[in-house]
């Protein structure tokens, strides 16, 4: 699915469909094709698909962090219009989602993550050192997923390029450090947003103690597994995925 990338002002998204929107953040390596089985299915149930792109890359160095992204988010779903919206975010997305919901609640209808960052950190900042070693970035992307096939070379490359610049490099460690530093776990027990947290079994970056912890500390939340499965659960189970979340959003009348 190639959806053309809207872009106005500072804004670039992609929109598809019509209804209640369900926004959805990448990740810090994840593109919006991650969220291609999403955007196919929900439309057709009646939600409008919208992906911005976060400006992970092309805010000033000392505005890289968590929360001026949150903000950013804000910002997008004034500029939209949007009364309320259902937040779905992956990895970092997931972070940046919890930040906006804790900082925004009135915007925010009802929260997604999946393997999202805000309580353990170690799996962003440690992982890009290696820069020039291409086999060493493969076997990191391969270790995203619990099949290592999903690592398509187009992946990989985008990732070795996105190391291999030193902009984006540095970049990515300011958000690394940011995401350290805004650790969620005394924010979430006074978070009373409807959250469903969808989680691989098998994910290494963001183990499945995390996601217990996140359902334990969130007041309103359930927690849905999918096995077989690592860090990027839309991408690796996306049909799963989408019945998990369907049934959920049927569930909470959302």
Same mark, same amino acid.
């Given at each position: ?27 810090? #390596? $994840? ?5 291609? @089985? ?5 439309? %057709? !149930?009646?939600?409008? *698909? ?73 799996? #962003? $900042? ?5 820069? @020039? ?5 493969? %076997? !990191?992307?391969?270790? *995203? ?110």
């Amino acid at each position: 699915m190639k959806q053309e990338i809207i872009s106005e002002g500072k804004f670039s998204y992609v929109e598809i469909g019509e209804g209640t929107p369900i926004v959805i953040l990448h990740g810090l #390596m $994840g593109g919006l094709s991650n969220f291609d @089985g999403v955007a196919d299915y929900f439309p %057709k !149930k009646g939600y409008k *698909v919208v992906i911005p792109q976060l400006p992970l890359y092309s805010l000033s160095l000392l505005k890289t962090n968590v929360g001026n992204f949150a903000k950013y988010i804000k910002e997008f779903i004034d500029y939209k219009n949007y009364e309320e919206v259902i937040l779905l975010g992956n990895s970092l997305g997931g972070h940046i989602a919890l930040l906006t919901t804790k900082k925004y609640p009135e915007k925010i209808k009802s929260l997604i993550i999946t393997g999202s960052s805000g309580l353990y950190e170690s799996a #962003m $900042g440690e992982s890009y050192p290696k820069r @020039g070693d291409y086999e060493f970035i493969k %076997k !990191k992307a391969e270790n *995203v997923f619990y099949d290592p096939k999903v690592a398509t070379k187009e992946i990989v490359d985008e990732v070795y390029a996105t190391v291999n610049n030193r902009n984006k490099l540095i970049r990515t460690l300011a958000i690394a450090k940011s995401a350290i530093r805004h650790n969620m776990a005394k924010d979430l027990p006074k978070m009373h947003t409807p959250t469903c947290i969808i989680w691989g079994r098998q994910d290494h970056v963001t183990p499945p103690e995390v996601a217990v912890d996140f359902d334990k500390l969130l007041p309103n939340s359930d927690l849905y597994w999918i096995d077989k499965c690592g860090h990027a659960a839309m991408m690796e189970h996306p049909d799963e995925f989408n019945k998990l979340l369907d049934h959920w959003l049927t569930e909470r009348n959302l």
